[in-house]
C-alpha cells in the first residue's frame, strides 16, 4: 500500500515532503519504543484527503524521523529551520473581555501533554495504556482545593448508570486518529478527570496522554488561564511531560506542538455572521483560527463562531493569550459598530 501511495495523489504535507528514496532511506529505523516510519504515515496513507498525514508514536519519533517532520513542521506552524521553542507563563491579568457578556458564550484553554518515559497514544500497548491511566489518576487524585474532584474511568461513563457522567465522556477519535492507531482498544485505559465545579476537565489517552481543560461560562481569559497554570504546576512535577528545546511540548500530531495550548471563547456574532469577510480579516490580523460551533470541521450555528488561536509554535503562552483577548476586542469593537 505504502508503494501504491508514493504514485497515488495526496493533499498532506506528509506526501509533500516525503519522497520515496526518503522513505526507503528512513524504513528500517525504529525509535526507542520500536516505532517506524511506516506506522507513523499510515494514517497519511489509509486517508489521501488528511491535511498532515503524519503522527509520532514517542517522543523519539521527532528526532529519528526529523527529515521528515522538520519540512512539515517549518511548513505548518511557519517556523523557521533551528527556531527554538520558550515557554512562558508570566501573564498579567487581563480584564474580561466582555463583561456584560453580550457577545462571549464561554472561554476554554486546552493545553495537550504526554508523559516522556511513555509511547504516544498511536503506539501504546493496552497494558501499557491502563500503567499510564494509574499513574495518572494518582496524581489527578493529589489536586488540591478547586482543582480537586473525581476521575471517571470512560468504560463506565458511557454506560450511563450516572446522572451526574452526562456531558463528561469525549467520542473516539476519527477516521485519522483510528488509521494512526490512537483509538486502538477504545475506551479501555481511557477516562475523564473534572473538578467539582467541573471548571477544570482532563481527558486521558485521547488523541494525547492528557488534554487538560480550564473552562468557565465567562469571558475572564486571564482567570481560565491561571486556573490551567495552577494544575500544570501541580501535575509536572509527578508526570514528566514531553518537552523538546527547538519543538516544546511533544504532541501525537505535529500540528498541536510548542504550546501545545488551544485558547478560545464561544462567541455569538451576530452582525459579523453577514459580514465573514470582515470577521476572517480580523483573524488573519490577530492570528486566530474561526471554526465553527462545534469545532474543527462543523458549521456555525446561531451566528455561535469558536474562535481560538491559530499559533501554536515559536511564542510563549502569555503571548498567545494576549493576542487572543486583543482580537477579542478588536472583533467585539467591530460587531458593536456594524
Ligand atoms: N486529521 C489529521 C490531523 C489534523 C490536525 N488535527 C488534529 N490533530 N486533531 C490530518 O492529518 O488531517
Same mark, same amino acid.
Given at each position: 500500500m505504502t508503494a501504491t501511495w508514493f504514485s497515488g495523489t495526496s493533499s498532506s504535507l506528509v506526501k509533500k515532503h516525503l519522497s520515496q528514496a526518503l522513505f526507503k532511506s528512513l524504513e528500517h529505523l525504529e525509535t /526507542? +519504543?520500536?516505532? #517506524?516510519l511506516e506506522k507513523a504515515i499510515r494514517s497519511g496513507i489509509q486517508n489521501p484527503d488528511s491535511s498532515i498525514g503524519i503522527y509520532a508514536g514517542d517522543a523519539d519519533s521527532y528526532q529519528v524521523f526529523s527529515p521528515v517532520f522538520d519540512p512539515v513542521i517549518s511548513e505548518y506552524h511557519n517556523f523557521p529551520k533551528g527556531g527554538t521553542h520558550v515557554s512562558d507563563f508570566a501573564l498579567p491579568d487581563l480584564p474580561p473581555a466582555d463583561p456584560g457578556g453580550k457577545y462571549i458564550l464561554s472561554t476554554r484553554i486546552r493545553v495537550a501533554r504526554n508523559l516522556k518515559d511513555y509511547s504516544f497514544p498511536a503506539n501504546l500497548t493496552l497494558s501499557c495504556r491502563k500503567a499510564l491511566e494509574k499513574k495518572i489518576i494518582r496524581a489527578l487524585g493529589l489536586l488540591e482545593s478547586d482543582l480537586a474532584g473525581e476521575y471517571r474511568p470512560l468504560e463506565d461513563v458511557g &454506560?450511563?448508570?450516572? !446522572?451526574?457522567? &452526562?456531558?463528561l465522556a469525549f467520542e473516539k477519535g476519527d477516521r485519522f486518529q483510528d488509521a494512526a492507531g490512537i483509538?486502538?482498544?477504545?475506551? &479501555?485505559g481511557r477516562g475523564v478527570f473534572h473538578s467539582l465545579d467541573r471548571k477544570l476537565m482532563v481527558w486521558v489517552n485521547?488523541?494525547?496522554h492528557l488534554r487538560i481543560m480550564s473552562l468557565e461560562r465567562s469571558s475572564h481569559l486571564s482567570l481560565v488561564f491561571h486556573r490551567l497554570c495552577r494544575a500544570l504546576q501541580a501535575l509536572s512535577p509527578r508526570l514528566g511531560f514531553a518537552f523538546d528545546h527547538r519543538l516544546g511540548y511533544l504532541t +501525537?500530531? !505535529? #500540528?498541536?506542538?510548542?504550546? /501545545?495550548m488551544r485558547a478560545g471563547v464561544h462567541i455569538r456574532l451576530e452582525k459579523l455572521d453577514r459580514k465573514k469577510e470582515l470577521l476572517h480579516g480580523l483573524a488573519k490580523e490577530y492570528h486566530l483560527q474561526i471554526r465553527g460551533t462545534r469545532g474543527e470541521k462543523t458549521e456555525v450555528e446561531d451566528a455561535v463562531f469558536d474562535i481560538s488561536n491559530a499559533q501554536r509554535l515559536g511564542i510563549g503562552e502569555a503571548a498567545v493569550i494576549q493576542t487572543l483577548h486583543q482580537g477579542l476586542l478588536a472583533i467585539i469593537k467591530a460587531e458593536e459598530t456594524l
Open positions: /526507542a +519504543s520500536g516505532f #517506524t &454506560k450511563g448508570h450516572r !446522572p451526574e457522567d &452526562k456531558g483509538n486502538s482498544d477504545f475506551p &479501555k485521547e488523541e494525547d +501525537s500530531c !505535529p #500540528t498541536n506542538l510548542g504550546t /501545545a
